[in-house]
């Protein structure tokens, strides 16, 4: 049974800084990987995709990076603004299944 | 990206009652379509997945007659919660797909059900 894990649980971070989340899986079958990004009370906004054949997907300041081998992922939120306060979770598909399996999350709070 | 648009956002309903939760795709086919469930502070739960003009298959311990799934058109599926109760209070968020299992998936806004 696949697995997702994402650390640490929540983040505090003053404005400025560059910060990473991490994604681990327990299964490395899988077709895809994606970010996605919660704001309080709200849906999913899809961040990156990464296919199984791909080692990274950039856009913006956020870069996402993929170890199928290892189970991991994570996420690089470069020069990080207030607007970035959200929850971000991974989620993966695992091979044979059209579902998604969802990570805990990380909640993110980017001080002024 | 792909817009899906999910209505209401907001309901609150009396014990017994049934609601129906709308999610639509709004600039693509979805040929595959999710519903979640998702406690606070916590991530989401598969619910069911719907394909197009063929029954849901739903996720272990989710029950099918309570839990109404229609997916009668490449852009419309529909969620309705029959004999709602109060544990029935939950956000409910659907997802589509639109061609491959490697394709993305995108979210409407999500559904805050209260059951008083």
């Known amino acids: 049974k696949q697995e997702v894990t994402q650390i640490p649980a929540a983040l505090s971070v003053p404005e400025g800084e560059n910060l990473v989340l991490n994604c681990s899986f327990t299964d490395s079958a899988i077709y895809n990987l994606q970010w996605f990004r919660q704001d309080p009370g709200k849906g999913l906004t899809s961040l990156l995709l990464i296919q199984s054949s791909q080692r990274e997907q950039t856009s913006g300041r956020l870069n996402a990076s993929l170890d199928k081998s290892s189970g991991r992922s994570t996420l690089y939120i470069a020069a990080s603004q207030p607007g970035d306060s959200a929850t971000y979770l991974c989620a993966v598909r695992p091979e044979g299944f059209q579902k998604l399996v969802f990570g805990t999350g990380t909640r993110l709070l980017v001080s002024p | 990206g792909a817009v899906v648009s999910q209505h209401p956002s907001r309901v609150i309903c009396k014990s017994g009652t049934s609601v129906k939760i709308e999610c639509r795709s709004l600039d693509f086919q979805a040929t595959t379509m999710f519903w979640y469930r998702q406690f606070p502070k916590q991530s989401l739960m598969l619910m069911a997945t719907s394909n197009e003009g063929s029954k849901a298959t739903y996720e272990q311990g989710v029950e099918k007659d309570k839990f109404l799934i229609n997916h009668a058109s490449l852009t419309l599926s529909t969620l309705t919660v029959t004999s709602a109760h109060p544990e029935d209070s939950s956000f409910y968020i659907c997802?589509?797909?639109?061609?491959?299992?490697?394709?993305?998936?995108?979210f409407g806004q999500g559904t805050r059900l209260t059951v008083v």
């Open positions: 997802s589509a797909r639109a061609g491959a299992v490697d394709t993305e998936a995108f």
